[in-house]
Structure formats: structure tokens, C-alpha cells
């Protein structure tokens, strides 16, 4: 593997996908691309305080957390799951890396969870990391 691609939205259930992706591209010997997609007119994350007040500032300390770990950030705006997929398209990656939160309730509702868009999208491998602790 060259390339890990992670979505964050910030949240700690995101910050255990991040983590999840620092262990396999050290493992693999990858760069690491940190990739927070700020969702257009999402006046939750103003207010949500499972998520870093200020993402940029998150974004900024996150290659000092994995040393050893090439790791770049990028920050873009719109819908997570397609840019997360195009994102990855572009950087030629050859795996993505999201976490599972989001899936409460019945299974059947989960169709539409940004994981599950990922996964029938995707242009390469996606590993799913159980951040339900986080929750």
C-alpha cells in the first residue's frame, strides 16, 4: 500500500478510525491522508460537543500524534461520502478508512450511513473500524 485515505468528522468515534489507519500504514509502511469534509450547511457541528470545536486546530496536531507515519491532512466541503470516495480516486489510494458510527437503530437503516456509501463506491479497498466505544 502507497496511500491510506481516513474521513473524520472530528468526533471521537472518528478519532478511532484515524488511529485504526495510523496502525495499518505504519504497519504497511503507506502515507497517511487525514481528510475532514466540512458538510455544507451543517449547523450541528457548530454546536455538537462530540466534535472538536475547531477542526483545523484537530487537523494540525494529528501528524504529531503518529510518528514514524507520513501523514498530510486535507480539509474540502460538500457531501462526505462522495468526496471521501473522489478523494481517494484522486490520491490513487489503495485503501479507505472509515468508522462505523452512525449505525443506531434498526439495521435496515443504515443504507444510507456515509461507511455504507463508501462502501458501494469506492474505488479501492474500504476497512471498517468498530468505533463503537467511542459512542
Not at 507520513?70 to 470516495?85: F, H, K, S, W
Request: with cysteine; charged share 25%; hydrophobic share 40%.
Amino acid at each position: 500500500m502507497n496511500t491510506i485515505v481516513v474521513g473524520t468528522d472530528t468526533s471521537s468515534a472518528a478519532d478511532l478510525a484515524v488511529e485504526g489507519a495510523a496502525r495499518l500504514a505504519r504497519e504497511s509502511g503507506s502515507e497517511l491522508l487525514v481528510l475532514y469534509v466540512r458538510p455544507d450547511g451543517d449547523l450541528r457541528a457548530v454546536v455538537d460537543p462530540d466534535r472538536a470545536p475547531d477542526p483545523n486546530a484537530y487537523l494540525a496536531r494529528v501528524a504529531g500524534r503518529f510518528p514514524g507515519v507520513p501523514t498530510r491532512t486535507r480539509v474540502e466541503a460538500g457531501n462526505p461520502a462522495a468526496l471521501i470516495c473522489e478523494v481517494a480516486a484522486e490520491e490513487r489510494a489503495e485503501t479507505i478508512v472509515v468508522g462505523n458510527r452512525g449505525v443506531h437503530g434498526r439495521r435496515w437503516r443504515v443504507r444510507d450511513s456515509v461507511p455504507n456509501i463508501v462502501l458501494r463506491h469506492a474505488p479501492c479497498s474500504v476497512y471498517i473500524v468498530d468505533t463503537r466505544k467511542a459512542q
